[in-house]
């Protein structure tokens, strides 16, 4: 069981990229679905989730309106999809599967699967 992303890199301020995580095991089709990002010395935070039965989206306030997540459950895929980047959006991306136990957006303690990670790096 396990998570890969792919689509990380490097662009210029103002550019687009696209994230994909493929699923095995049945995550994707199973569990609630998020996308988290990490830069060195800070915590883990929450950018997307997109609910498990009803597809139910939610951003962070410092995406909402230029990411969007989406899920394809038969394909096992789910992507992130970034416009307008912007240098603070350089991270590490991170996939995830697990519950949304207390509210729409998927908390660290409630992942059951996380990623290898891919790197998005954000000029200005």
């Known amino acids: 069981v396990r998570l890969v992303e792919s689509g990380g890199g490097s662009v210029q301020a103002g550019g687009s990229l696209r994230l994909s995580c493929v699923g095995s095991?049945?995550?994707?089709?199973?569990?609630?679905m998020a996308w988290f990002r990490q830069i060195p010395g800070k915590q883990r935070e929450h950018v997307a989730t997109?609910?498990?039965?009803?597809?139910?989206?939610v951003y962070s306030d410092s995406v909402k309106g230029r990411f969007t997540i989406s899920r394809d459950n038969f394909k096992e895929l789910v992507y992130l999809e970034m416009s307008h980047l912007k240098p603070e959006d350089t991270a590490v991306y991170y996939c995830?599967?697990?519950?949304?136990?207390?509210?729409?957006?998927?908390?660290?303690?409630?992942?059951?699967?996380w990623g290898q990670g891919t790197q998005v790096t954000v000029s200005s």
């Open positions: 995830a599967a697990g519950s949304t136990p207390r509210g729409p957006a998927m908390l660290v303690r409630s992942v059951n699967f």
């Open positions: 997109v609910s498990a039965v009803d597809s139910i989206k």
């Open positions: 095991g049945h995550i994707v089709s199973t569990y609630a």
